[in-house]
């Protein structure tokens, strides 16, 4: 019988593609994924160690674990990802029922590990596995990717119709150079390898063959690709945007995320103006709005450079979408600090923003030339007072979207329910059907999806349309969520005529 695997995943979209790139090899050697883990003979943990409220959702997981683990010794339990790679040895004293801790730097290695740690006498305790870069050890910047064994990792995944997916990621670059001093990544990821654009081109067409309609490319600061190829030819990011582009004509959508403000180049923003299925979207962390607390951070930049590249990259894209991140409570921010970040919100109007309150992370520059000074309930305040500027742009904009109809990747059903019925129809459960008994009785249910531009759509529509791209008129908006309603119009690019709209 197959062994079953759980595996949970928490962090960004890297520990996302990460968790599908192992579960592919893992399934390869005879692991069946399950959901419940209960059921597992094999659960691992794929972890995020950026904030420190994802830490804690994994360390009482793994608390959850003692029992089961005494009265079960033959279970197999993991920890990878970045909090393996940055707690170390020192989670296997506080955690002696863990068997596994793997990097996101040795994720190639993981298969090999879950196989030494199940097979085991009956009954006996199985051998530790460990697989971890350490401060000494870190993948060197100038390997060529090609021969990286992570590289053969990605290029192992694969995709079929049958799978129905159609949204992926594709890792271009792994790593970071930058040194935020609030930031583990360096630590945690190693340092910046570009993959060479060849491989990610034939692995987007790929996906693409297996039904993908929308592609994101990945990297912690992914506008500093640089592939530097044996004969001295640079491939730039901007460069390989419009080979991707062309490369894969039939990919409905191409969008990217990590940027670095400071470095994204005119050429990059033309490639996404001249580029029609490139989303006009960027993720562009401005982390604060003070020069003295960014220069602290160690950003490289001031904030009136940070609205000078607004400015650019609305010049060429008027209709550019733009979500920030900000940081509140880094050490020694004043209320003058705290003020500047405020206006460069107002300033710059957001899409939306991720916001956080600074939480020291162990080995990271910050904590060790930094005192954490700012109080708890200092921290919570100013994160109240961003979000509620943020809000209010964010809903100011939404409603502007009111009477438009865009452009909506279906994602699936809507964990929001709607407070509104349409006219003529009454709920049942998920679905609603018509009480006109002569109309069509397609039911339908409340679905989600993005626009290009990265908002979220919540309409009535046939569950069937999930994965498929449909034209939704705005009807309603809040500041997170737009809702939509779906004409009597046609599918973008394939799939034929939709239903009939059940509601009158």
């Known amino acids: 019988m197959r062994p079953k695997l759980y595996l949970e995943t928490f962090g960004c979209q890297m520990n996302q593609l990460d968790s599908e790139l192992v579960l592919g090899q893992l399934h390869a050697h005879g692991y069946q994924s399950v959901e419940d883990r209960d059921q597992a003979d094999v659960i691992l943990y794929n972890t995020c160690s950026v904030r420190e409220h994802a830490e804690q959702k994994v360390f009482s997981r793994l608390g959850e674990l003692r029992q089961r683990k005494a009265a079960d010794p033959g279970l197999v339990i993991g920890v990878i990802g970045c909090l393996a790679e940055q707690q170390g040895k020192s989670l296997f004293r506080k955690y002696p029922h863990v068997d596994i801790l793997c990097g996101p730097g040795e994720l190639d290695q993981l298969v090999t590990l879950v196989h030494n740690a199940a097979v085991t006498a009956a009954g006996s305790r199985p051998p530790r596995q460990l697989a971890l870069m350490g401060a000494?050890?870190?993948?060197?910047a100038t390997l060529a990717a090609a021969e990286d064994r992570l590289e053969l990792l990605d290029l192992s995944r694969s995709i079929s119709p049958a799978d129905e997916v159609s949204q992926a990621y594709v890792r271009i670059t792994r790593g970071c150079n930058k040194f935020?001093?609030?930031?583990?990544?360096?630590?945690?990821?190693?340092?910046?390898?570009?993959?060479?654009?060849?491989?990610?081109?034939?692995?987007v067409k790929k996906l693409v063959d297996g039904g993908a309609r929308e592609v994101t490319l990945l990297g912690q600061t992914i506008n500093h690709y640089a592939y530097r190829h044996g004969d001295g030819r640079v491939t730039t990011f901007a460069q390989l945007l419009y080979q991707v582009h062309e490369a894969a004509p039939d990919l409905s959508r191409l969008r990217f995320v990590t940027s670095f403000p400071r470095d994204f180049s005119d050429e990059a923003l033309a490639a996404m103006r001249d580029c029609r299925r490139i989303c006009r979207y960027l993720h562009v962390p401005a982390q604060h709005g003070s020069d003295r607390i960014l220069k602290l951070m160690n950003r490289g930049y001031a904030a009136e450079q940070y609205r000078q590249f607004l400015s650019r990259a609305r010049a060429y894209m008027p209709d550019l979408c733009v979500a920030s991140d900000f940081i509140v409570g880094f050490p020694t921010e004043t209320d003058a600090d705290f003020a500047?970040?405020?206006?460069?919100?107002?300033?710059?109007?957001?899409?939306?923003?991720?916001i956080f309150k600074y939480s020291p992370r162990p080995g990271t520059i910050a904590v060790k030339r930094l005192a954490d000074d700012v109080p708890n309930h200092v921290k919570r305040w100013r994160n109240t007072q961003l979000l509620a500027a943020q809000?209010?742009?964010?809903?100011?904009?939404?409603?502007?979207?009111?009477?438009?109809?865009?452009?909506v990747l279906v994602e699936g059903q809507s964990k929001l329910v709607s407070k509104r019925t349409m006219p003529g129809t009454v709920e049942l459960g998920w679905e609603k059907r018509r009480l006109d008994p002569s109309a069509p009785s397609t039911p339908t249910t409340q679905m989600v999806g993005r626009t290009r531009g990265d908002q979220i759509v919540v309409f009535d529509a046939p569950s069937s349309l999930k994965g498929r791209i449909v034209e939704v008129q705005i009807i309603d908006a809040k500041n997170l969520t737009l809702f939509g309603d779906l004409p009597q119009t046609s599918l973008i690019g394939d799939g034929g005529p939709l239903p009939t709209r059940v509601a009158s």
């Open 136 to 140: 000494a050890a870190r993948r060197s």
């Open 180 to 203: 935020c001093t609030y930031c583990v990544v360096p630590y945690t990821r190693g340092p910046e390898v570009h993959r060479p654009p060849q491989n990610i081109i034939d692995e």
């Open 340 to 354: 500047d970040t405020l206006q460069l919100v107002q300033d710059c109007r957001f899409k939306n923003c991720f």
């Open 391 to 407: 809000q209010e742009i964010s809903t100011y904009a939404n409603r502007l979207m009111i009477g438009h109809t865009v452009e």
